[in-house]
Every structure is written in structure tokens, then in C-alpha cells.
């Protein structure tokens, strides 16, 4: 029962602050599931299957709070779940300390970039809406796919950089599309390939799907009522905290 109380807290705080700032929560779920003695292979299944109710919790407040554009919907489900697949059967194979240092310098740098350019998404700019401004930026996606569907922590967060920087989103319209999409189809894609590779840790699973869904509705109610700016910081906090658990998993 205690275990199971400790899986919940860590679940809950992880996905609220996932759902502000548009990824992250395996900066704590993931490291907790595997200090509680889960091999990486099945905690990383379990972490992706549970962060659909992530998306699924957020999805009440944004359905219901924003306009969502059939072009990026199509975009992220279309253009980034083949990388999705790609990468989640690659990931048990290759030896990931170069790649988590790599991902971890590149998060850092995120956070770094949103810092320095300090109305970045605090506005939408609408810009790239066109044939070719979604096609680049579905191949974007992509590769941003390859990373959800390989890594563990923090590729939420570069959808959401992406997103502000190729399509002019602010940071509470990209932090929905994040959540929402990446949430439920991107995560769901990875937990169920996952899957059928290494075994889930099945009896952890409730308490993850409640403490991920309260989460993440928790945190999409705050940014709605909150708005843009209280989203950039939490992103910026979020994507440096990311960047060094990565370099500290690697090392």
C-alpha cells in the first residue's frame, strides 16, 4: 500500500508539471519506476502506457478551451508517429549513453533559448501555415517522433519548442497540442511497441493512469487560468531539470 501511495504522489506531481509545461514528466516518474526496481525496459513501457492518461486528463480542459487546426492535428499524428514506431524498436537494441547526453545538452538548450528570447510565445505569431511550411515542419516532427518513441524524458518538451518556433504557437496553444496529441497518440503508439517487446509492469499501472490523468488536468486548468507567461517559466524550468537528470543518467 505504501508503494503504491509513493507510485501515486510521484505520478501526480510529475504530470502536473508535465501538463504546464508541455512535457517532462520522466524527469521523476521514469527514475522513480526504475528505483523501485523495475529493469529499464519495463519501466520505460510502463512510463509511456501511463502518460496517455496524461493527455487523456489534459484533454477535458483544452477540447473544451481551444480551437485545434485540422493542419497540425493531421501533421503530428501523420508526420510523427512512423518515427514514433521507428524509434521505440530501436531503442532496446543500442546503447543510449551518447544519445541521452547528446538529448541532454539539446534540452538544457531549450530552456537556454526560451530564457534569452524573452517574448517568446507569450503571443502567437502565426507563420509556416502553408503546403510547404507543413511539410517541414511534419518532418521536424519526425525526427522529434524518433526521440519519443527511443528516450525518456523531456522530448515533449522540444513538440512544444517546435511548435512556438515553426508555426508561431504561443506556449499555452503548443503545450495543448503537446498534451493532447503527443499525450495520447504519440505515447500510446510507444507504450503499445513497447509492449510487444518487454513485459509492463501491469499492477502499477492504476495508481500511474490516476496520479498521470489528475495530473494532467491539474496542470492543464492552471495554464488555462494562469496563461503564457507561467507556462514559459514552468518550460523553462522543466526542459534545464530535464537536460541535467539526463546528463546525471548518462554520467
Known sequence: MLEQFFIFIISFIANTLSSLAGGGAGLLQ??????????????????????????????????????????????MIAGALPGVVLGANII??????????????????????SIVKPNLGLI????????????????GLFF??????????????????????????SYKQAVAYTLVLVGVFWNG????????????????????????????YLGAHLAIVKGNLL????FESMTILSGLALLLKAL
Open 30 to 75: 521514469l527514475p522513480a519506476l526504475i528505483f523501485l526496481g523495475l529493469p529499464f525496459g519495463t519501466a520505460l513501457a510502463t512510463h509511456k502506457i501511463a502518460t496517455v492518461a496524461l493527455g487523456l486528463g489534459a484533454s477535458i480542459k483544452y477540447l473544451g478551451n481551444n480551437q485545434f487546426r485540422w493542419q497540425l492535428v493531421t501533421i
Open 92 to 113: 532496446l537494441f543500442i546503447p543510449s549513453n551518447l544519445a541521452l547526453i547528446a538529448l541532454g545538452v539539446l534540452t538544457i538548450g531549450l530552456g537556454i533559448y
Open 124 to 139: 502567437e505569431t502565426a507563420k509556416n501555415q502553408y503546403p510547404m511550411g507543413y511539410i517541414i515542419g511534419a518532418a
Open 144 to 169: 522529434i517522433g524518433i526521440l519519443n518513441g527511443s528516450l525518456t524524458s523531456g522530448t515533449g518538451l522540444f513538440v512544444t519548442i517546435w511548435l512556438i518556433y515553426w508555426f508561431g504557437l
Open 189 to 216: 503508439t510507444g507504450g503499445l511497441t513497447l509492449s510487444l517487446q518487454t513485459p509492463v509492469q501491469w499492477s502499477w499501472l492504476p495508481v500511474l493512469l490516476l496520479g498521470s490523468f489528475l495530473g494532467g
Open 231 to 234: 507556462v514559459k517559466r514552468v
